[in-house]
C-alpha cells in the first residue's frame, strides 16, 4: 500500500513537471522559468548526491568538484575530440565516479568533520586544477560549447537536433527534468535495495556493521562513487546547458548549498534534496526583488527554519522518514 | 631565503591565532564554525570604524573588536547553537547552521560596509632595513602582539580557572559535568572566546592588510587546513597548523612562482595526501 502511494505520488509528480508545467509556462509565456528550472533540476540532481553520502553517515561537502570535472570532461570530448554531447553524459559521471572511488579509499577512513574539511578542500583542489590546467583553459573556461545533436535511431529522429530548435530552453528542461526524475527513481530504488540497508548499517554503527562480516571500506567508496557520478552527470549537463564551464561554474559555495538542500528537505527522506533544491533557490529567485535585502532575508529564514524544523520540511508533512523495508 | 623564512613567520603568527579561536570552538562544542571568516571580517570592520573612521587609539580600536565579537559569540552560542544542538539528533546541523550564520555576517557585512576594500593609517612607519632582510615596523609589532596574543591565551587556558574548566570541557564533556562544571556556562564563554580571537586578529590586520567584505570564506578554508594539520581540537596543534601553513605559503609564493599560480593546488593536495596518511592531523586524537 504505501509502495503503491509512492509510487502514484512520484509519477504524479513526473507528469506534472513533463506536462503541466510546460503548459502553464507556455500560457503564462515566462520562458525564463524554463531556464530557471533547469537549473533547479541539475542541482537536485547532485544534491541527491550529497544526500547518498548523508545516507551513509558522512558530511560531503566536496560535491562541487565532482560537478566540475563532469561538465570539464563533456566540454572537453566535445569540443577537443568531437564526441557527440550524449555520449559525455555517462562517461562523465563515470569519469567523477572513477576520480572520486581513487580519492574516496583512503579518505573515507574518516570521519564527521574530518571528512567533511577534507571534501571541502577537494573542492578547492578541483577549482584550483582547472585554473592550471592548460587543456581546461584556465580561468577563461570554455565557452562556446556546441548544443546537443540530434539522437537517431535509424532513420527515426528521437530527439531533434538543438541547434535547429528556435529555442532550445524547453527541450533543455525536459532533459534536465528526465534525469532528475531518473536519478531519484534511481536512488528510490537503491535505499530500498539489500546495498541500501546495508548504507543505514554504516550510517548507524560501522564497527558493529564491520562485525557481522559486512566490508565496509568497499561499500563507503561504492555509495560515493554514486554520490560523485550523480554529481558528474549534473556538471556535464549544466555545461551543454549554459554551453560554457568555468572554473567558478561550481565553488565551495555550492558544495554548501547541496548539502543546505538535504538538509533543509529532510535527510531522511529520498525526496528531501528535491524539496530542498526547489524551496531554497525559488526562495533566493524570488528573494532577488529585495536588491540588496536578498542575502540577509535569505539567510535569516534558513537560520529560522533550522530552529523550527531540524528536521526538515517533509517532516512538516507527517510521513515517516524512508526507512529500509517498509514497501 | 632569509627573506622568506620572516614573511613565513610573520604569516604564521597571525594564522596560528586565527587557527586557535576554531579549534577551541571545536575542542569544547564540536562544532566547525563555518563563520570564522567572517567572524574575522567583522573585527576588521569593528577596528577600521573605531580607529579609521573615529580616529580613537588602535588600542581602544582593538578592544572594541574583541569586546563586540564576544559579545556576538557568546549570543550566538546561547540563541543558535544550544537549542539546536539540544534538538537535533545529527552533527551536521550545527555546521550547516554554521554555514547559514556565515551567510548572515557576509550578509549584513555588505550592507552595512559596501563591497569596497578599506584601509586605515598605518600604526608605524618606517621599515627595518638590515641588508638580508626588509620588514616593516608595523608588521614586526602585528608579529609581536600575535605573539603576546598567543601566549596570553595558553597562559590563561593552563592556569586560570575557567581555563581550567574548558580544558575539562575539552577532554571529557560528560565527566567534566559529573565533577561540577557548569557546562551551558563554559561553552558560551568558550564560544565567544574564540570569536573574540578571530575579532581580535581581523582588527590587528586591519593595519596592514585592510579588510574587505568578501574574504570572509577564504579566511574560514585557510583555518580549516591550520586545524587539520595541527589536530583538530588541539591548541598546540593549532598553533602549529598556523606556521607550518604559514611557512609553505611563504616558500612556495617563493619558489613555485616561476610555474604560475600553483602555490595553493600544491598546499592543498598535499594536506589531501597527508590527511590520507594521517588522519588525525600532527597532535589530534583518533575521531577528536
Keep these: 500500500m504505501r509502495l503503491g502511494l509512492q509510487l502514484i505520488g512520484f509519477f504524479a509528480f513526473a507528469v506534472l ?79 567523477s565516479a572513477a576520480i572520486s572511488m581513487l580519492i574516496g579509499f583512503p579518505i573515507l577512513r574518516l570521519r564527521g568533520v574530518y571528512f567533511a574539511m577534507v571534501t571541502l578542500v577537494s573542492t578547492e583542489v578541483a577549482r584550483l586544477t582547472a585554473l592550471a590546467l592548460p587543456i581546461t583553459n584556465g580561468a577563461k573556461g570554455m565557452v562556446n560549447l556546441p548544443l546537443p545533436g540530434p539522437i537517431a535511431l535509424g532513420p527515426l529522429a528521437l530527439v531533434p537536433d538543438f541547434a535547429t530548435m528556435a529555442n532550445p530552453r524547453p527541450a533543455f528542461y525536459l532533459l534536465a527534468v528526465s534525469i532528475m526524475l531518473l536519478a531519484f527513481a534511481g536512488v528510490w530504488r537503491l535505499v530500498h535495495s539489500r546495498l541500501g540497508r546495508l548504507f543505514v548499517a554504516l550510517q548507524q554503527n560501522e564497527e558493529l556493521a564491520a562485525s557481522t562480516g559486512i566490508n565496509i571500506a568497499g561499500l563507503r567508496v561504492v555509495a560515493y ?17 549554459s554551453q560554457s564551464v568555468y572554473p567558478s561554474s561550481f565553488t565551495t559555495q555550492d558544495s554548501i548549498n547541496f548539502m543546505l538542500n538535504c538538509f533543509l528537505g529532510g535527510l531522511g527522506y529520498v525526496f528531501g534534496p528535491i524539496v530542498g533544491t526547489f524551496v531554497l533557490r525559488f526562495g533566493w529567485d524570488l528573494l532577488f526583488q529585495t536588491a540588496q535585502w536578498q542575502l540577509l532575508i535569505y539567510s535569516g529564514v534558513l537560520i529560522l ?21 517498509t514497501r | 631565503m632569509e627573506q622568506v623564512i620572516v614573511n613565513g613567520l610573520y604569516l604564521g603568527a597571525q594564522y596560528a591565532l586565527i587557527a586557535l579561536g576554531l579549534t577551541l570552538i571545536f575542542a569544547l562544542m564540536n562544532v566547525l564554525n563555518f563563520a570564522h571568516g567572517q567572524m574575522y571580517v567583522l573585527g576588521g570592520f569593528v577596528t577600521y570604524t573605531v580607529y579609521g573612521q573615529w580616529h580613537l587609539p588602535f588600542v581602544v580600536a582593538l578592544i572594541a573588536s574583541s569586546v563586540t565579537l564576544a559579545i556576538l559569540g557568546a549570543l550566538i552560542e546561547k540563541f543558535l547553537f544550544r537549542p539546536v544542538i539540544r534538538r537535533s539528533k545529527r552533527e551536521e546541523s550545527t555546521m550547516l547552521l554554521a554555514a547559514a550564520i556565515a551567510f548572515l555576517f557576509d550578509a549584513i557585512i555588505l550592507l552595512v560596509f559596501g563591497e569596497k576594500g ?110 587539520m594539520i595541527g589536530g583538530a581540537g588541539v591548541v598546540a596543534g593549532a598553533i602549529a597548523g598556523g606556521f607550518i601553513l604559514g611557512m609553505l605559503e611563504a616558500v612556495g609564493l617563493t619558489v613555485l612562482h616561476s610555474y604560475g599560480d600553483i602555490t595553493y593546488l600544491v598546499i592543498f593536495a598535499t594536506l589531501m595526501v597527508f590527511l590520507a596518511i594521517r588522519p588525525n592531523g600532527l597532535m589530534g586524537k583518533p575521531w577528536g
Design chain 1, 17 to 95: 513537471m513533463l506536462v503541466i508545467v510546460p503548459v502553464v509556462i507556455n500560457a503564462l509565456g515566462r520562458n525564463e522559468y524554463y531556464y530557471t528550472l533547469t537549473l533547479i533540476s541539475l542541482l537536485a540532481v547532485a544534491s541527491a548526491g550529497v544526500w547518498i553520502t548523508f545516507y551513509i553517515g558522512r558530511i560531503n561537502i566536496g560535491q562541487a568538484a565532482y560537478a566540475l570535472i563532469g561538465g570539464y570532461t563533456s566540454a572537453i570530448l566535445v569540443t577537443a575530440y568531437g564526441w557527440p554531447f550524449w555520449w559525455t553524459i555517462p562517461v562523465a559521471g563515470f569519469v
Design chain 1, 225 to 241: 562513487a554514486i554520490s560523485s557520478f550523480l554529481g558528474g552527470i549534473a556538471g556535464a549537463v549544466f555545461s551543454a546547458v
Design chain 1, 305 to 325: 527554519l533550522m530552529l523550527v524544523l531540524p528536521n526538515g520540511i517533509l517532516s512538516l508533512l507527517g510521513i515517516r522518514p524512508t526507512k529500509p523495508g
Design chain 2, 118 to 227: 578599506h584601509g586605515v593609517p598605518k600604526i608605524l612607519n618606517g621599515v627595518l632595513n638590515t641588508g638580508a632582510i626588509i620588514v616593516p615596523y608595523d608588521r614586526i609589532l602585528v608579529f609581536g602582539l600575535a605573539v603576546v596574543f598567543i601566549a596570553g591565551f595558553m597562559a590563561f587556558m593552563q592556569f586560570s580557572k575557567t581555563g581550567r574548566a574548558m580544558r575539562a570541557l575539552a577532554q571529557d564533556r560528560q565527566a567534566a559535568q559529573l565533577m561540577g562544571v557548569n557546562v551551558d556556562r563554559y561553552s558560551m564563554i568558550g564560544f565567544a572566546l574564540g570569536a573574540l580571537l578571530a575579532g581580535l586578529v581581523g582588527g590587528l590586520l586591519v593595519s596592514i592588510t585592510g579588510v574587505s567584505s568578501g574574504i570572509g570564506g577564504a579566511i574560514s578554508t585557510k583555518a580549516f587546513m591550520m586545524v
